[in-house]
T-cell receptor, first 116, second 113 residues
């Protein structure tokens, strides 16, 4: 029930295209949904995050769509560029034990390649 | 821009040896985490640490693992007797008291031979 399922595993788009990465969760207690971008040999970097009280959040070319009833959320990358080629992870968290620490549960990742 | 730093970047050890992975979280952060990522797989939570004690740990974090904040800046992960399956990237992360945005370090690649 703690799992976050992510698809697709890999994605290839042309420059300027709009890749869409989808995630689904089971645990309705999750209340924070970040997306991380990871380049080879680097740590995950926070890209954008959303809470269940909104259905969409946009930051620059990155948009999260959130469907609370379906327990799904997705990342859209507008006008994708070769520099966006990376692995993208969705994640979810829930506050634990009242201590305020947020254990992140990650999806398996999507390797995005943007072709010039 | 403040960042999480980790040392060493790569650690090679023999099976059964003890290793200590070191992290310097962002200075005003209060919550600290260790995650690991086996090559090609997803990032997995190991442990969270707040107010000088473990707040949560996963089933991966067994008796062979321990964490410590030995001073006001460092946060360490110790593996007492390494196994081959401990080979992975280990990431430290930290967050402040106001949000749960976790900032990750560049990782330590642990190779157990």
């Amino acid at each position: 029930q703690q799992q976050v399922k992510q698809s697709p595993q890999s994605l290839i788009v042309q420059k300027g295209g709009i890749p869409i990465i989808n995630c689904a969760y089971e645990n309705t207690a999750f209340d924070y949904f970040p997306w991380y971008q990871q380049f080879p040999g680097k740590g995950p970097a926070l890209l954008i995050a959303i809470r269940p009280d909104v259905s969409e959040k946009k930051e620059g070319r990155f948009t999260i769509s959130f469907n609370k009833s379906a327990k799904q959320f997705s990342l859209h990358i507008m006008d994708s560029q070769p520099g966006d080629s990376a692995t993208y992870f969705c994640a979810a968290s829930i506050e634990n034990s009242g201590a305020g620490s947020y254990q992140l549960t990650f999806g398996k990742g999507t390797k995005l390649s943007v072709i010039p | 821009e403040p960042e999480v730093t980790q040392t060493p970047s790569h650690q090679v050890t023999q099976m059964g040896q003890e290793v200590i992975l070191r992290c310097v979280p962002i200075s005003n952060h209060l919550y600290f985490y260790w995650y690991r990522q086996i090559l090609g797989q997803k990032v997995e939570f190991l442990v969270s640490f707040y107010n000088n004690e473990i707040s949560e740990k996963s089933e991966i974090f067994d008796d062979q693992f321990s964490v410590e904040r030995p001073d006001g800046s460092n946060f360490t992960l110790k593996i007492r007797s390494t196994k081959l399956e401990d080979s992975a990237m280990y990431f430290c992360a930290s967050s402040d008291a106001e949000s749960n945005e976790q900032f990750f370090g560049p990782g330590t690649r642990l190779t157990v031979l």
